[in-house]
C-alpha cells in the first residue's frame, strides 16, 4: 500500500479594509499576487452585513482561483485593530463604533484561520517581508493615509505592539495643547497636522490669510494630488501648505526617533506622492529636533512597494504566521 502525506497548503488571502473600499487579494507562498478584488465598505452600515458579504465574496473568489481547499489562512488589516485581541477598537474613521471581534466573525462563516492587526502593524509586516525594510530589526513605520497617521515598530526583528497591542500611536501625540479636534476626542494630535485631512485644513488656513493669489482658490477640488501639482507649477500658497505640514511631520518624527533610536524611518501611504514639497522640509526639520547623538544615523526612506498591493501583502504575510485552523479537517 502506498504511503499518504499531508499536503501543505500554498495559498493565503490577504484582506485591507479601508474607510470607503475593502481589497482582497489571494497571495501564494512566494509572495506573488495571484488574483485580486474590491467591494466598497461603506455600502455596509452594520458590521454584521458586512462580514456575511465579506464571507461570501472571498469564499467565491476563492473557489474562481483554485479551490477553497487551497487557502490556508486569511490576514487583514484594518484601521485601529488589534493584533492581540483580534478585535477593531474604537475605530474613528469607520462607521462600525465600539468593540468589533471580526477576526472570530469572520472565522466563525469561513471555518479559516483569520488574523488581523491595524494597518501600520500590517504595512510594517510588507515592508518587512517584500519591500525597503527588507534585513532590518529595527524600523520604524509610518503611514499617512485613510485619513490619519498609523506607525509600528520594529525592535529586534518582532514588532513592538505594547502590553494592550496600541504600542505606535505617534498620531495621536500631542504636538500642540489645545489644537485641532482630532477624531479620537482630544486635540492638538500630529495626525491632525500631517494627514491628508491636516494637509486641507493648513491650505485652507494658508489661502485665508495670504495676500498672495493662488490656484487652490480655483481647484474644482482641493487634494494632495491637486495641491501637489500647484506645488509644481510654482505656486506660493501650496508650497507653503506643505512646507508647514513637512515642518510639523518632521517635529513628530525627531521626537518619536530620539526614543526609539531606529535604523530607519520608512514612510508610506498617499501623502508621499507631494515627493520634494513635503520630504525636504520634513528633513530639515528632522535634523533640527532630533537627538544630537542619533543625527544622521537614522535613514529617512520611502516605501517602494506599489500603494495598491502593499497592505494585502503585508496582510498575506499576517496570515502565513497565524496558526493554520479549519472547520473541515
Known sequence: ??????????????????????????????????????????????????????????????????????????????????????????????????????????????????????????????????????????????????????????????????????????????VKVGGRQCGCGRKGCLETYVSDKGLLKTAQEEMAKSQEPTMLSKLHELNIYTITDCCEKGDKVAIETFRRVGTMLGLGLANYASIINPEAIILTGDMMVAGKWLLKPMRASFDEHVFHNIKGKVRLLVSILKEGERDVLGASALAWDVKEYSLFK
Open 1 to 174: 500500500m502506498g504511503e499518504t502525506v499531508d499536503q501543505i497548503k500554498t495559498r493565503v488571502i490577504g484582506v485591507d479594509i479601508r474607510e470607503t473600499k475593502t481589497t482582497f487579494a489571494l497571495v501564494n507562498i512566494r509572495g506573488e499576487i495571484i488574483a485580486q478584488d474590491y467591494f466598497r465598505t461603506s455600502d455596509y452600515a452594520e458590521v454584521s452585513d458586512y462580514v456575511t458579504a465579506l464571507s461570501e465574496k472571498l469564499l467565491a473568489f476563492a473557489e474562481e482561483n483554485g479551490g477553497y481547499e487551497t487557502i490556508r489562512s486569511v490576514g487583514i488589516s484594518a484601521p485601529s485593530a488589534n493584533f492581540k485581541t483580534g478585535c477593531i477598537e474604537n475605530a474613528a474613521n469607520l462607521k462600525w463604533k465600539g468593540v468589533v471581534p471580526l477576526a472570530a466573525m469572520l472565522r466563525d462563516q469561513l471555518g479559516l484561520a483569520v488574523a488581523l492587526a491595524n494597518d501600520a502593524h500590517i504595512t510594517a509586516l510588507g515592508e518587512k517581508a517584500f519591500g525597503s525594510a527588507h534585513g532590518m530589526k529595527d524600523f520604524i513605520i509610518v503611514s499617512i493615509s485613510h485619513g490619519g497617521l498609523g506607525s509600528c515598530i520594529f525592535s529586534n526583528g518582532q514588532p513592538h505592539l505594547g502590553v494592550n497591542g496600541f504600542a505606535g500611536e505617534v498620531g495621536h501625540t500631542c
